[in-house]
């Protein structure tokens, strides 16, 4: 299973992304995903999260402006994001919480699958 990140960029403050996370490899099921970010001299933090059922979810400093959407036919997520701010620079990571199968039972990793990364530039 491998996750591919794409869609970070430099853009200047009040403008938009568009982050994409395609999850490839055999899976049974995707549970739960999200994107992560890492800012400079800081932790890594949730951005948002998705759930199996659609239910969302936002760190404060981003809700109203980002968000997270799923296809699940084409097992991509993708972190639309508004009105960036300075303080969005950061690296963003997204997560894939999936079950696979080996042929005899199915499993999930703990922890799930990172993509690489993908850097978002706000300047002023």
């Known amino acids: 299973v491998q996750l591919q990140a794409s869609g970070g960029g430099s853009v200047q403050a009040g403008g938009s992304l568009r982050l994409s996370c395609a999850v490839t490899?055999?899976?049974?099921?995707?549970?739960?995903m999200a994107w992560y970010r890492r800012a400079p001299g800081k932790e890594r933090e949730l951005v948002a999260g998705?759930?199996?059922?659609?239910?969302?979810t936002y760190v404060d400093s981003v809700k109203g402006r980002f968000t997270i959407s799923v296809d699940n036919a084409r097992k991509t997520i993708y972190l639309q994001m508004n009105s960036l701010k300075l303080e969005d620079t950061a690296v963003y990571y997204c997560?894939?919480?999936?079950?696979?199968?080996?042929?005899?039972?199915?499993?999930?990793?703990?922890?799930?699958?990172w993509g690489q990364g993908t850097l978002v530039t706000v300047s002023s």
């Open positions: 998705i759930s199996n059922s659609d239910t969302t």
């Open positions: 997560n894939a919480d999936v079950v696979e199968f080996d042929g005899s039972s199915y499993f999930a990793v703990p922890g799930g699958y």
């Open positions: 490899g055999s899976i049974f099921r995707i549970n739960n």
